[in-house]
């Protein structure tokens, strides 16, 4: 970004002098390699050849203003305006020499001729001209089109929706449109419309097409009017390869309508009222019975039908009565144990009913000469069979019928038992039931090992838990150490690792603790040992606090402008050191700054505000976090 920077005299300090080369070099590397912002102040580029040469996308966020005599614009690629575009030259506003889209509006509001377009024109929106429109060439616009006055398209016209014309339409070949209103005439080769209003005669010299629904807003429509005398008279309908097309005809010599027969190309007329008759007694092959007349007959032919039905009906009745008389005084009944057999005297014919076997059908009173169809009795005793001591034992025949059933107890041979297994099931010993269970053992119930114990346990093949104990846990004595020792494993001196320091307890058990000194360690020896890193991938807050408690290393990414403040520092008189690393992220021109920091020669540290780079900083204070003395250690370090 720009910022000024004061003069400098001969009493200024090389503090003040390398202060202001700082920032001149900032304000140089921000202009050549990063983003520069002049908030202030006009810019002029006066090179008479080339004055300012943009690579790739330039934004203005104000006016862009050409002006001058002979200035001008010139842009060799697309040209993108989020607003609106003033052509105020009174002469020429806008010249194009190719093809011109405009997805939105366009409305040409000239006194006299308000868009003349040479070539094609495609327009994705709408568009209004205030009074004529001339377009040399085919005209596309994607939703409606209004014209004031006339409007001249030398080839085709596609309009999306609706084509409205205030004076006379002039076209060259065809018009395709949805709607289409001219308040005048129409001069057209070929006129495509979902909806055209014509309010005079409309003259058609070829062929009249309709492509979609047709609506007309009057109750009459009428066919060769302009013919002086009656002729016949057609509607067609192009059936195309599947045959013969369909029509409906008006034949003025028989003045009746006819269907065409597609199948054999013979009209056929259509029945009006006046063919249809009431009558039912009518003989007509023009005449078409009604449902009245179908009705008549049909009462009609109810009313006899019943009476010749009735009389046919006691002529029958009476026929069968005297031959089922006849039959019964001439026929006689054979009955036998097994069949029943009926024989007609005057003939031959006998009917016979004979049981499959001797247990198939119960003739009973064959002195009566009644049959009763049934089944025999089978010999067994309607009972239960079966119960908790007995099992039933049955006989069935081939037609699924029980013939015979009794009960067989259920017997256990003597040398049969069931007896528990000894320490593992529990039986009761006079009854001899068996009670599932497990025997007890010698353990007694209750919780085993402690802090202090570790219990010891037995375990049978069948892995039950025969003797459980607690031992007292033993630990052996660290020879040569007092209790309440600190005991270093390495001899030389060197702590490795955490588990080289150990404590005897007073019960003599070694433990191997946690470091946290408050005091003083005096003569210290550390070789090979690492430090803890606290790291914040983000900071997007204005203010931070860096806790000291938390350690000495400080590797920090900073998303905003931050004030860095140091919390919980050691008392007064005990030193601390920190390292804090400041990442700018891969946006940059963050600013930080740090409190109750001090400097050499109070000239505070320029840090870096480049994407993706980073500055390391050391601070140290003495006195309880009053004052923080600072350097800069490393800056404007890459990071990738």
């Not at 009249?208 to 629904?213: D, H, P, R």
């Not at 099992?391 to 049969?416: C, E, K, L």
């Not at 599932?436 to 570790?454: E, F, N, P, R």
Request: glycine share 8%; aromatic share 8%.
């Amino acid at each position: 970004m720009a910022n000024t920077v004061a003069i400098l005299g001969y009493t200024n300090t090389f503090t003040d002098w390398l202060v202001a080369t700082n920032a001149l070099i900032r304000e140089n590397n921000d202009f050549a390699a990063n983003t520069y912002v002049k908030p202030t102040g006009t810019l002029f580029l006066n090179e008479p050849t080339l004055g300012l040469q943009v690579a790739n996308n330039a934004i203005v966020a104000g006016q862009l203003q050409v002006q001058g005599i002979g200035s001008s614009a010139f842009i060799q690629n697309n040209l993108q305006v989020g607003g609106q575009v003033y052509f105020s030259n009174t002469t020429l506003g806008l010249t194009n020499s190719g093809q011109a889209i405009f997805n939105g509006q366009v409305s040409a509001n000239g006194s006299n001729n308000g868009l003349f377009v040479a070539n094609n024109t495609v327009i994705g929106g709408r568009l209004n001209v205030g009074s004529s429109g001339t377009f040399g060439s085919n005209v596309s616009i994607g939703t409606s089109a209004n014209v004031g006055s006339f409007l001249n398209v030398g080839a085709n016209t596609r309009i999306g929706t609706n084509l409205t014309v205030g004076d006379i339409i002039y076209n060259g070949n065809k018009i395709y449109t949805s709607t289409l209103d001219a308040n005048t005439s129409i001069f057209t080769t070929t006129l495509n419309a979902t909806q055209a209003q014509i309010t005079g005669q409309l003259t058609v010299g070829g062929n009249f097409v309709l492509t979609g629904a047709t609506i007309y807003n009057s109750n009459n429509f009428v066919i060769n009017s302009g013919s002086v005398f009656a002729i016949n008279s057609q509607f067609a309908v192009n059936r195309g390869t599947s045959g013969a097309n369909a029509s409906i005809l008006w034949e003025e010599t028989s003045k009746s309508w006819k269907f065409l027969d597609v199948d054999n190309g013979l009209y056929y007329k259509i029945i009006s009222e006046k063919e249809l008759s009431n009558s039912s007694s009518l003989n007509s092959s023009s005449n078409v019975a009604t449902s009245a007349a179908v009705f008549s007959a049909n009462n009609f032919l109810q009313t006899y039908a019943q009476t010749y039905t009735n009389t046919a009906n006691t002529s029958l009745k009476s026929y069968v009565d005297n031959r089922a008389n006849s039959l019964v005084q001439t026929a006689f009944v054979n009955v036998n144990a097994n069949s029943v057999t009926l024989t007609a005297t005057s003939n031959t014919d006998t009917l016979t009913i004979t049981s499959a076997t001797a247990n198939g059908i119960n003739v009973l009173n064959p002195a009566s000469k009644t049959i009763d169809i049934g089944l025999r009795n089978s010999g067994v005793t309607p009972t239960t069979y079966g119960n908790t001591t007995s099992i039933p034992s049955i006989t069935v025949d081939a037609f699924g019928r029980i013939t015979s059933a009794s009960n067989t107890s259920i017997t256990i041979p003597p040398s049969t038992s069931i007896i528990a297994n000894s320490g593992q099931l529990t039986a009761n010993a006079s009854t001899g039931i068996v009670a599932l269970g497990l025997a007890d053992t010698t353990v007694v119930a209750g919780s085993y090992g402690s802090s202090t114990q570790i219990p010891s346990f037995n375990v049978d093949s069948k892995g039950r838990l025969t003797s459980v104990s607690n031992n007292a846990i033993s630990v052996a004595t660290a020879s040569g150490y007092q209790p309440n020792s600190i005991i270093f494993a390495n001899t030389n001196g060197f702590l490795s690792n955490t588990n080289s320091l150990q404590y005897l307890t007073s019960n003599n058990t070694i433990i191997t603790p946690n470091i946290a000194v408050s005091g003083t360690i005096s003569t210290p020896r550390f070789r090979a040992y690492t430090e803890a890193v606290n790291v914040v991938t983000s900071i997007t807050s204005s203010t931070y606090n860096i806790d000291l408690s938390q350690g000495n290393i400080f590797d920090l990414t900073v998303n905003n402008n931050i004030t860095f403040t140091f919390t919980n520092p050691p008392p007064a008189g005990a030193m601390m050191t920190s390292t804090v690393i400041i990442r700018q992220d891969g946006v940059g021109s963050r600013l930080c700054t740090f409190t109750n920091s001090r400097y050499t020669d109070n000239d505070v540290p320029a840090l870096t505000t480049l994407p993706n780079k980073a500055d390391v900083l050391t601070f140290f204070t003495v006195s309880g976090g009053t004052i923080y003395f600072g350097s800069l250690a490393m800056a404007n370090v890459a990071l990738t």
